[in-house]
């Protein structure tokens, strides 16, 4: 499966646009994560607990955007956009959004 957040890809000829598609992921830090990000942010630094959740948040959301695309008999996904947002009151909730065109490739 090609993944791109270009509209098109160089070389190929898109054959058929079969949708757009989406995928949501929420996932939550818990108060381990929150007290540690929070000491990083006292004494600073990167808080690499935070950025192992987004990451794992993002992987989670393309996971499941590939095998929506899959599911429409895709071979590729164009012009896909990430957006990452915190949720809930205190903010300890992740969520990334994850949106694309499935297309079948020539």
């Known amino acids: 499966m090609i993944v791109t957040t270009t509209n098109n890809i160089e070389g190929r000829t898109i054959d058929a646009y079969l949708g757009v598609i989406s995928s949501e992921v929420i996932i939550g830090a818990n108060i381990f994560k929150d007290i540690l990000g929070g000491l990083r942010d006292v004494f600073g630094g990167r808080s ?14 393309m996971r499941e955007l590939t095998d929506k695309a899959r599911a429409l008999g895709a071979n590729a996904i164009v012009g896909i956009d990430l957006d990452f947002e915190t949720i809930g009151g205190t903010g300890s909730m992740l969520m990334v959004s994850a949106s694309g065109t499935a297309v079948r490739l020539a």
């Open 48 to 61: 690499g607990t935070y950025e192992r959740v987004m990451e794992e948040a993002k992987e989670n959301a």
